[in-house]
T-cell receptor, first 113, second 116 residues
Framework: KNQVEQSPQSLIILEGKNCTLQ??????????LRWYKQDTGRGPVSLTI?????NTKSNGRYTATLDADTKQSSLHITASQLSDSASYIC????????????FGKGNQVVVIP | KAGVTQTPRYLIKTRGQQVTLSCSPI?????VSWYQQTPGQGLQFLFE???????NKGNFPGRFSGRQFSNSRSEMNVSTLELGDSALYLC???????????????FGQGTRLTVV
């Protein structure tokens, strides 16, 4: 079973609307959680990095939240734009000395006009 | 500052051949990690090199190997290619090893390998 599960797998939203992506993980002990945005045909770009002690972090219209007790994170996109169409990948780092990364399979977001 | 550069961008190989992919990290970065990305499996960690030494390794067969040079550039080699090796291969660089918490990694655009 994958240690990082993301939902929904894919999402279509209207331009200007908000959306929330979910990430549930079982990685333990946990070091940090990252959200990446990957445009089609390009490499992932970091949006946020949160340690276990952080609850929320923002990067422009992107806001990530973290509940380390329930092992859940969400990425909220405000006032979506066409350029937000991408895959959003949740990555959790183990705290086992090697900080091995566990990847979700991504949330595919399509923003339509 | 130039980003992470991967070459080539696209590659087509036949089964049984071998392939070498290249990654030039951001200037000053000493850590390079390699990942395989497929639609079904998502991103999977291959290995990480730091200062020419392999630091971490994922669960891939020995056909997948890599190395890092003194200028931090890294190469990944896949021997005896199989159809299932078709994927986007990404490398990411960071200024220190992933053993350090919150080390941000910067990805290249990837090499799209197709095995026919």
């Amino acid at each position: 079973k994958n240690q990082v599960e993301q939902s929904p797998q894919s999402l279509i939203i209207l331009e200007g609307k908000n959306c929330t992506l979910q990430c549930n993980y079982t990685v333990s002990p946990f070091s940090n959680l990252r959200w990446y945005k990957q445009d089609t045909g390009r490499g992932p770009v970091s949006l946020t990095i949160m340690t276990f002690s952080e609850n929320t972090k923002s990067n422009g219209r992107y806001t990530a939240t973290l509940d380390a007790d329930t092992k859940q994170s969400s990425l909220h996109i405000t006032a979506s734009q066409l350029s937000d169409s991408a895959s959003y990948i949740c990555v959790v780092s183990e705290n086992q000395g090697n900080n091995r990364l566990a990847f979700g399979k991504g949330n595919q977001v399509v923003v339509i006009p | 500052k130039a980003g992470v550069t991967q070459t080539p961008r696209y590659l087509i190989k036949t089964r049984g051949q071998q392939v070498t992919l290249s990654c030039s990290p951001i200037s000053g970065h000493r850590s390079v990690s390699w990942y395989q990305q497929t639609p079904g499996q998502g991103l999977q960690f291959l290995f990480e090199y730091f200062s020419e030494t392999q630091r971490n390794k994922g669960n891939f067969p020995g056909r997948f190997s890599g190395r890092q040079f003194s200028n931090s550039r890294s190469e990944m080699n896949v021997s005896t290619l199989e159809l299932g090796d078709s994927a986007l291969y990404l490398c990411a660089s960071s200024w220190r090893s992933s053993e350090h918490m919150n080390t941000e990694a910067f990805f290249g655009q990837g090499t799209r390998l197709t095995v026919v």
